[in-house]
């Protein structure tokens, strides 16, 4: 089954750190570009965070630079977001997404080959 299956979500208090994972099956993410989204309630979609497949470059929202680190693990075919100092403001739901082009994940247009369930980051004191 080909899937994207997020976790490493829950309830932080401000200024703490959790670490979301972001795991395939049933293909090889190794050529693929992953995108970490958010949403809030009664907010769009919001694009945090993206790793290139190959050199493995890195974007980040201005939102969240310098707070938040996407990397790529291709052995364990999982891509993580560690999330430090966390804010209310970064309540949503995360989902990750993975496709072939980065420009897919990056731009305005129908995103994109795979999409995960979503895990829920709540911070809150």
């Known amino acids: 089954q080909v899937q994207l299956v997020e976790s490493g979500g829950g309830l932080v208090q401000p200024g703490g750190s959790l670490r979301l994972s972001c795991a395939a099956s049933g293909f090889t993410l190794d050529y693929y570009a992953i995108g970490w989204f958010r949403q809030a309630p009664g907010k769009e979609r919001e694009g945090v965070s993206y790793i290139n497949s190959g050199d493995g470059s890195t974007y980040y929202a201005d939102s969240v630079k310098g707070r938040f680190t996407i990397s790529r693990d291709n052995a364990k075919n999982t891509v993580y977001l560690q999330m430090n100092n966390l804010k209310s403001e970064d309540t949503a739901t995360y989902y990750c997404?993975?496709?072939?082009?980065?420009?897919?994940?990056?731009?305005?247009?129908?995103?994109?080959?795979?999409w995960g369930q979503g895990t829920q980051v709540t911070v809150s004191s």
């Open positions: 997404a993975a496709d072939l082009v980065l420009a897919v994940l990056t731009g305005s247009g129908d995103c994109c080959d795979y």
